[in-house]
Protein backbone atom coordinates (compact mmCIF):
# COMPACT_ATOMS: atom_id res chain seq x y z
CA UNK A 1 0.00 0.00 0.00
CA UNK A 2 0.73 3.47 -0.45
CA UNK A 3 0.05 6.84 1.35
CA UNK A 4 -0.29 10.02 -1.07
CA UNK A 5 -0.23 13.12 0.71
CA UNK A 6 -1.61 16.24 -1.47
CA UNK A 7 -0.66 19.44 -0.83
CA UNK A 8 -3.19 22.54 -1.86
CA UNK A 9 -2.17 25.11 -3.80
CA UNK A 10 -4.99 27.41 -4.79
CA UNK A 11 -5.12 29.94 -2.32
CA UNK A 12 -9.11 28.50 -1.78
CA UNK A 13 -8.37 25.26 -1.02
CA UNK A 14 -5.31 25.89 1.26
CA UNK A 15 -7.55 28.55 3.32
CA UNK A 16 -9.47 25.16 4.07
CA UNK A 17 -7.45 22.37 3.86
CA UNK A 18 -3.78 21.28 5.27
CA UNK A 19 -3.56 18.40 3.16
CA UNK A 20 -5.35 15.30 1.55
CA UNK A 21 -3.65 12.21 2.11
CA UNK A 22 -5.22 8.72 -0.29
CA UNK A 23 -4.26 5.03 0.64
CA UNK A 24 -3.87 3.52 -2.37
CA UNK A 25 -3.40 -0.48 -2.30
CA UNK A 26 -1.29 -1.60 -4.83
CA UNK A 27 -2.71 -5.16 -4.96
CA UNK A 28 -6.11 -4.00 -5.54
CA UNK A 29 -5.21 -1.54 -7.61
CA UNK A 30 -7.17 1.46 -6.69
CA UNK A 31 -7.69 4.23 -3.63
CA UNK A 32 -9.47 2.31 -0.46
CA UNK A 33 -9.70 5.73 1.83
CA UNK A 34 -9.23 9.19 1.37
CA UNK A 35 -8.72 11.38 4.71
CA UNK A 36 -8.73 15.55 4.59
CA UNK A 37 -7.40 17.35 6.90
CA UNK A 38 -8.64 20.97 7.53
CA UNK A 39 -6.71 24.06 8.80
CA UNK A 40 -8.97 23.55 11.90
CA UNK A 41 -7.57 20.31 13.06
CA UNK A 42 -10.67 18.46 11.91
CA UNK A 43 -10.48 15.65 9.63
CA UNK A 44 -12.73 13.80 7.21
CA UNK A 45 -12.35 10.01 6.39
CA UNK A 46 -13.71 8.55 3.13
CA UNK A 47 -13.64 4.69 3.16
CA UNK A 48 -14.01 3.18 -0.13
CA UNK A 49 -15.45 -0.36 0.72
CA UNK A 50 -17.23 -3.14 -1.83
CA UNK A 51 -15.71 -1.36 -4.55
CA UNK A 52 -16.15 -2.64 -8.72
CA UNK A 53 -14.04 -1.97 -11.53
CA UNK A 54 -15.81 -1.37 -14.71
CA UNK A 55 -18.88 -3.27 -13.64
CA UNK A 56 -21.11 -1.30 -16.33
CA UNK A 57 -23.31 1.11 -15.76
CA UNK A 58 -27.16 1.62 -17.52
CA UNK A 59 -26.85 4.20 -19.90
CA UNK A 60 -30.67 5.26 -18.87
CA UNK A 61 -28.59 6.53 -15.87
CA UNK A 62 -27.45 9.21 -17.61
CA UNK A 63 -30.55 10.26 -20.23
CA UNK A 64 -31.47 13.05 -18.09
CA UNK A 65 -28.03 15.14 -19.18
Avoid: H, M
Avoid at 34 to 56: A, R
Amino acid sequence: SYLIKLTPKKREVKQIYNSIEVCYNNLLTFATSIKLIEKTGDTTVVTLTDTKINSGLNEKLFSNF
